[in-house]
């Protein structure tokens, strides 16, 4: 459920801020293909700030 509210969002528009490559769905957030980076998702809005990142 919560990926559709994701894609409704257009994540598939939306791309990393660090290495500008496209993101998906990870657990507890949204993950980099590029960099593997993790953001975070508050209340189903990806937050795509680099400094709030995780996973590197
Ligand atoms: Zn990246």
Do not use: F, W
Request: glycine share 14%.
């Amino acid at each position: 459920m919560e990926a559709n509210v994701l894609k409704a969002k257009g994540l598939e528009r939306l791309v990393c801020p660090v290495c500008h490559q496209q993101l998906g769905l990870a657990d507890g957030g949204i993950r980099c293909m590029g960099c593997g980076r993790v953001y975070p998702s508050v209340d189903g809005i990806p937050v795509l700030i680099a400094s709030r990142a995780t996973g590197i």
